[in-house]
């Protein structure tokens, strides 16, 4: 009974099998649609989190993270440039821990931005040769060889769909690094596409440039459907379409993250229709501890580096002509002769503003310290090998500028000589280089100055 059974399920499997395989030219089944998910952020400034200067903020991978790991992790993930803060060497320390927590979050590239395109051609082969992440530029070129700094393009396979990623910035308005050559996107485009199109089914341009630019190239260029922008003042409002092209573009300091969702169509070879979004960051996101370890790693690594800002040169005060040479004496030497104006200030944030830094170990992270501190970066300014020691805090002379030549005139004056020497003009415009963006609840002079009010009291 058993062995019948078994002996026609081989026959049933047999004839099944012989049916289906005549059958399969002429009844292929139906090719699923597959699916193409993009996440993608652009303009991170090395916020691998947020700084933390008031409650309320939004931004930070940390909180990226967290987004990204609610949705299916099959999609692609992607940063279209300006992920670097800067090109000072801290900058670019924090930057490798940015591409490991990058990695850390399976992102499959990393576009350069006009910041990353700055850096000197050894130091982007040196990063992309550690980076988890690719760094990936078709237009950043050797200025020797004319060739690629970095990966040009690359194809990523999701899940049997071929993604061909190829990236471009914009060369305008900045100045490259002299051992680098940015070649005119389209130019490069038109050469590379040919090439890419070949090994993929889908090309994807992560294109650091503007809205006129992204409509530019999707004018140009019908082969790519789907143009990432990064260089923009502001996340675009909806998903555009011109000509065959999605165009999509974030930016934000980390703040904003895009998401563009189609299919792919294996029979006729073309996108489905594309929806997008633009997810902003807040602070009831809970910041991923897994990615604020790269941040905790940047602070280690900091503590210990030599740095440029560690070495200032001796220029004149900055300001030509107002307090040559003066140099910072501390608000201590100001409490004698402007009573008043110093117990307001000591009561005030201003004079624990170090405390804060302390607090979350930051105390020697130079994109902190700049406006914890008196005069970071200026000749006779706080060194990080002053420690807690001196010329912490935002001081009298964080807002007056350096004091000396003022002390010296004051306390050397005969009586009814009449005194010459100014300190330099101090308004709004010197607070806002501190309070300004993520760095400050929204300043307005009036309201913040009420709480730390002094001056005029008859020295
Ligand atoms: C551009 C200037 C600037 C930079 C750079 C800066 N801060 Fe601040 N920070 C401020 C200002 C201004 C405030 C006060 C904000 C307010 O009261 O709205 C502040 C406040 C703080 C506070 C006190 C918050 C509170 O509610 O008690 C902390 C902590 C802090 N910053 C940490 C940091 C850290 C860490 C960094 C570096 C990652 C940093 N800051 C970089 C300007 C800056
Ligand atoms: C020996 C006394 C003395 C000391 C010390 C002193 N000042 Fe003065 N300061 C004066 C006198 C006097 C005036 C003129 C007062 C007036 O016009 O009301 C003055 C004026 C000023 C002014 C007004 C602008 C100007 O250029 O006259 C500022 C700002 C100022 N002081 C800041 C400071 C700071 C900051 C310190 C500490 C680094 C300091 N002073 C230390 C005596 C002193
Ligand atoms: C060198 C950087 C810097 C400058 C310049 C600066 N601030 Fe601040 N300010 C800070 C920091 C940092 C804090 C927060 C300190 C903390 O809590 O750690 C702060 C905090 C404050 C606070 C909260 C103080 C309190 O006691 O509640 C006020 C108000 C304020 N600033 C007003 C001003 C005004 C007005 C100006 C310009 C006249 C100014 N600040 C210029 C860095 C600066
Ligand atoms: C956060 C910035 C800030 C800090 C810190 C600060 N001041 Fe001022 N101070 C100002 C501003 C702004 C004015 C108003 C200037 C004006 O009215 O022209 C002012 C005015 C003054 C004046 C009167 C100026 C005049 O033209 O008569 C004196 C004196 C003075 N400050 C001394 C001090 C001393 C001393 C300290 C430290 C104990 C101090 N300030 C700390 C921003 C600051």
């Not at 927590?101 to 990063?127: C, F, I, K, Q, V």
């Not at 680098?180 to 089914?201: F, N, S, Y």
Request: net charge negative; charged share 20%.
């Amino acid at each position: 009974m058993r062995r019948i059974l078994i002996a026609s399920l081989v026959g049933l499997a047999a004839a099944v099998g012989i049916v289906m395989f005549f059958a399969r030219p002429h009844q292929a089944p139906p090719r699923m649609p597959l699916p193409l998910d993009i996440w993608f952020t652009a303009d991170t400034s090395g916020r691998i989190e947020p700084c933390g200067c008031f409650s309320g903020q939004f931004g930070g991978l940390t909180r990226v993270s967290t987004v990204l790991s609610q949705n299916p992790s099959s999609g692609l993930r992607l940063e279209i440039g300006n992920a670097l803060a800067g090109t000072e060497d801290f900058q670019i320390l924090q930057f490798e821990q940015l591409l490991q927590a990058e990695g850390h979050m399976g992102y499959h590239a990393l576009n350069l931005g006009s910041r990353e395109a700055s850096l000197p051609a050894d130091t982007l082969r040196r990063l992309a040769k550690d980076s988890p992440v690719t760094l990936l530029s078709a237009n950043v070129l050797d200025a020797a060889t004319l060739t690629p700094v970095v990966t040009p393009w690359k194809v990523v396979d999701l899940g049997g769909l071929k993604i061909g990623l190829i990236g471009i910035v914009q060369g305008t308005n900045w100045q490259p690094d002299a051992s680098v050559i940015i070649a005119e996107p389209a130019e490069t485009l038109r050469q590379a596409i040919p090439e890419v199109k070949g090994k993929a089914d889908v090309l994807v341009c992560l294109a650091f440039t503007d809205e006129t630019g992204l409509e530019k190239l999707a004018k140009e260029f019908y082969e790519i459907p789907i143009l990432l922008g990064g260089d923009v003042q502001q996340p675009s409002p909806s998903l555009l379409r011109i000509n065959q092209s999605w165009i999509l573009a974030t930016t934000n300091q980390s703040r904003a993250l895009g998401e563009l969702h189609t299919k792919w169509d294996p029979v006729t070879r073309t996108l489905e229709p594309a929806t997008a979004e633009i997810s902003l960051m807040h602070d009831r996101i809970p910041e991923d501890p897994l990615i604020e370890k790269f941040s905790q790693a940047y602070r280690k690594t900091i503590g210990k580096a030599d740095l440029a800002v560690d070495h200032p040169g001796t220029a004149a005060d900055a300001i030509p002509g107002v307090n040559p040479n003066a140099t910072f004496v501390g608000s201590q030497s100001c409490m004698a002769c402007h009573p008043k104006s110093f117990a307001t200030w000591e009561k005030s944030r201003h004079a624990h503003a170090f405390e804060s830094l302390v607090r979350k170990e930051s105390d020697t992270d130079p994109s902190c310290i700049k406006c914890h501190v008196t005069g970071f970066g200026e000749p006779g300014g706080y060194l990080r090998n002053m420690g807690k020691e001196k010329l912490v805090n935002v001081s009298c002379e964080s807002c007056h500028g350096p004091a000396s030549n003022h002390l010296e005139a004051r306390t050397t004056a005969k009586p009814g000589e009449t005194i010459f020497q100014k300190m330099r003009p101090v308004g709004p415009g010197q607070c806002i280089q501190c309070h300004h963006g993520e760095f400050s609840r929204p300043f307005k002079f009036e309201e913040f100055w009420e709480l730390i009010k002094h001056g005029k009291e008859g020295a």
